[in-house]
């Protein structure tokens, strides 16, 4: 498998949540990780998203896509964000990198 194309999931953009996290896994196992659980993104599973080990070290990783102008849920399909992405992104990737402990 090529790690930096991954096959997308659904046949979406690969900066949606799910696609990033498929290439992460996809990168730690051609890497030699062992991967120990991921969540399920579309669920919004609350916890650490990808945990894998290799060599007695564990690690955590917070997975994050690129947000949109418009919801994913497709009962609000049809509203925008009132946030732009640009400012959304910049939030989200620094709470992926503050929880880690």
């Keep these: 498998m090529d790690?930096?194309?991954p096959p997308l999931h659904d046949s979406e953009e690969w900066h949606k949540e799910a696609n990033v996290q498929k290439a992460l896994v996809a990168t730690l196992l051609d890497r030699g990780?062992?991967?120990l659980s991921v969540k399920d993104t579309a669920s919004r599973e609350g916890g650490i998203d990808v945990i894998a080990d290799r060599d007695g070290q564990t690690m955590g990783a917070?997975?994050?896509g690129y947000p949109t102008v418009g919801y994913a849920?497709?009962?609000r399909a049809d509203e925008k964000k009132k946030a732009?992405?640009?400012?959304?992104?910049?939030n989200w990737y620094a709470k992926a990198i503050?929880?880690?402990p």
């Excluded at 732009?84 to 910049?90: D, M, R």
């Design 3 to 5: 790690t930096l194309n």
């Design 33 to 35: 990780w062992r991967i």
């Design 62 to 64: 917070e997975v994050k």
């Design 73 to 75: 849920d497709p009962k």
């Design 84 to 90: 732009k992405p640009q400012g959304q992104a910049a």
């Design 98 to 100: 503050s929880s880690a």
